[in-house]
């Protein structure tokens, strides 16, 4: 059996690291976002960690019931950075948008935890912070709640989607990367239009956008069809 997360006031008694610091769950958290974009995540182990913190590798345990815990804790954490500082306009629309950017953003900043993190659902503070703002964003607007869980599920899930996929190509290697990108302009570009005639037409295009993200392309389309739905409601 897993063991009993210590409770936050008895953990604020423990001493000091050798070091000094006084360990919580956010430092500890940082921490480990920190060494994901350094090292991977198989890099975060609880021995590189207690290592990381100055701290014997069993201390973790009194605050997570495990590695699995604090990569669920590390995902709340990046929604939490996300909606610091938000407040709703009342602009449904705009609320939405500016919801889905920042958390696109704030995962897309950490590529790594992004990847262990996307698609884990933590029931913690800051995602069903996020889950609320977005429910009540929607209702406030006058959407039927059928349509409201509907229109939640497409949005959450797409944003994180994007946030996984547009993750993936930051955390690969620089050079494959590159090298990536570089095939809209070293390969696309120069197909002929006697065997591929779409691409060669739309290749100068082709070689700026796909090499950005279509998140905010997506969203906007995802909106765009919301509203058409609250319109005909």
């Known amino acids: 059996m897993p063991k009993p997360v210590v409770p936050e006031e008895k953990r604020r008694r423990r001493r000091p690291t050798r070091s000094g610091t006084v360990l919580s769950e956010r430092l500890i958290v940082d921490t480990a976002l920190r060494m994901l974009g350094e090292h991977g995540s198989a890099g975060l182990t609880a ?15 009194r605050y997570f019931r495990g590695m699995d815990d604090l990569t669920l804790a590390i995902g709340d954490a990046l929604i939490g950075r996300a909606l610091r500082g938000w407040r709703p306009t009342g602009e449904w629309r705009t609320d939405l948008q500016t919801i889905g950017l920042r958390i696109h953003t704030a995962y897309v900043a950490h590529p790594q935890a992004a990847l262990l993190t996307a698609s884990r659902v933590t029931g913690r503070t800051h995602e069903l912070a996020a889950d609320e703002a977005v429910l009540d964003v929607l209702r406030t607007a006058g959407f039927p709640l059928p349509d ?34 570089d095939k809209w302009r070293s390969t696309y570009a120069h197909l002929p239009a006697a065997t591929h005639p779409r691409i060669a037409e739309a ?10 993200s279509a998140y905010p392309t997506a969203l906007e389309m995802l909106l765009d069809s919301a509203a058409a739905r609250l319109a005909a409601a």
């Open 203 to 212: 290749a100068p295009l082709l070689a700026t956008r796909m090499v950005t």
């Open 148 to 181: 409201t869980v509907r229109i939640y599920h497409a949005f959450i899930d797409q944003t994180l989607a994007f946030a996984a996929l547009d993750a993936a190509s930051l955390a690969l290697p620089r050079a494959a990367l590159r090298a990536d990108e």
């Open 47 to 61: 021995r590189r960690l207690g290592l990381a913190l100055d701290c014997d590798p069993s201390t973790l345990y």
